[in-house]
């Protein structure tokens, strides 16, 4: 059996779900591998005390920094308005830099980061948190390369997520490594979640399948397409930009995928129409052009054809609020 041990820091005032999301995505591993790989989790805490977390609930660590801990292959720190209040103490920094030097990866969570900043640990490296506090972890470290747009960013063992369900999102790429691209998608299956949300859009949902191995061509093929949804791409154009042939790219898709690289470009605009109608008043011509379609009639002989149904139908069905634009 295949055992990973995790630390998670707990401290007055941590967001719970930092901890919970990761401890029930990991939990899932042992269940779905029937045993033959666990995650071992260990909640380390920043005082002897138990402690009270963002939402009221008290939680009870396993260890605490001033305890022996064992060797810890991944070391987890989440976030939460407490951080505020621990984030620069001398010993937390210490710790935290002693885990560094051992342990193979090194995570935040959310505003966690700022405590991987005092220790040091973000200096010219490249990182994200919650949009709410990336203008204040550039202020405080000038030398970290913050990035707000993506869900998460890894920078040799330093991996920093953005706000609270991020660390579902990172949960799954580390299982994804530690385990292969099908426990994580099963995982995600399991929590009703998406395996990857492309940079800080919405995840495109039907597409969990769909999704290449983390690393390859064929991901970055993938992000380059859900980020530009409006050029107009060709199988040449998208093989090109890998460097590959059009015969190896739809080889080397359909291997990983399932799907043909066009089918994929097909999916993912019709699916970004979705999310636009649903969740904002831009005008069925403003959406269609945004995806990558002709034009509003191109969108509805589309939406007709794969969803029977139109835009303006799809809308006042799933709209989340407000008010329908239809031209």
């Known amino acids: 059996m295949k055992k990973i041990i995790v630390g998670l820091l707990v ?3 941590f967001q719970l779900l930092d901890i919970a999301g990761p401890k029930d995505a990991f939990a899932q591993v042992k269940v779905l591998s029937q045993g ?4 071992e989790m260990l909640t380390i805490g920043t005082t002897r005390s138990p402690l009270l977390s963002s939402s009221g609930l008290t939680v009870i660590p396993d260890r605490t920094i001033f305890d022996p801990c064992p060797n810890l292959d991944t070391v987890i720190v989440p976030g939460g308005l407490g951080i505020f209040d621990v984030y620069s103490d001398s010993v937390l920094c210490d710790w935290l830099k002693e885990q560094s030097r051992s342990c193979r990866r090194l995570a935040a969570i959310c505003n966690g980061v700022f405590a991987l900043g005092a220790a040091g640990l973000i200096d ?5 948190t919650h949009w709410m506090d990336a203008a204040h972890l ?18 040799g ?3 920093t997520t953005a706000g609270v369900t991020a660390g579902i999102d990172l949960s799954l790429l580390m299982i994804e490594e530690d385990f292969g691209k099908r426990m994580a998608i099963d995982v995600a299956k399991y929590l009703v979640v998406y395996l990857r949300r492309a940079g800080g859009q919405s995840q495109f949902s039907p597409m969990l399948e769909m999704q290449g191995n983390v690393g390859t061509q ?28 059009p015969r190896n790219l739809t080889r080397l898709f359909a291997k990983e995928t399932g799907v043909p690289p066009m089918s994929f470009l097909a999916d993912a605009r019709i699916d970004a129409a979705r999310r636009h109608l649903e969740a904002t008043e831009q005008s069925i011509k403003e959406i269609a052009y945004k995806c990558g379609f002709d034009g509003a009639d191109s ?12 835009p303006v139908e799809y809308r006042q069905r799933f709209r989340t609020g407000g008010s329908s634009i239809e031209t």
């Open 11 to 13: 401290f007055p005032g």
């Open 36 to 39: 033959a790989c666990e995650y």
């Open 124 to 128: 010219h490296k490249s990182v994200t």
């Open 138 to 155: 550039s202020e405080l470290f000038p030398s970290a390369r913050v990035d707000p747009d993506h869900i998460h960013v890894k920078d």
């Open 157 to 159: 063992i330093i991996y």
């Open 218 to 245: 064929v991901q970055a093929v993938q992000e380059f397409v859900l980020e530009n949804l409006h050029l107009d791409h060709t199988l040449v154009s998208l093989a090109e930009r890998v460097h590959m042939s």
């Open 299 to 310: 969108l509805r002989r589309v939406f007709v054809k794969r969803l029977s149904i139109s």
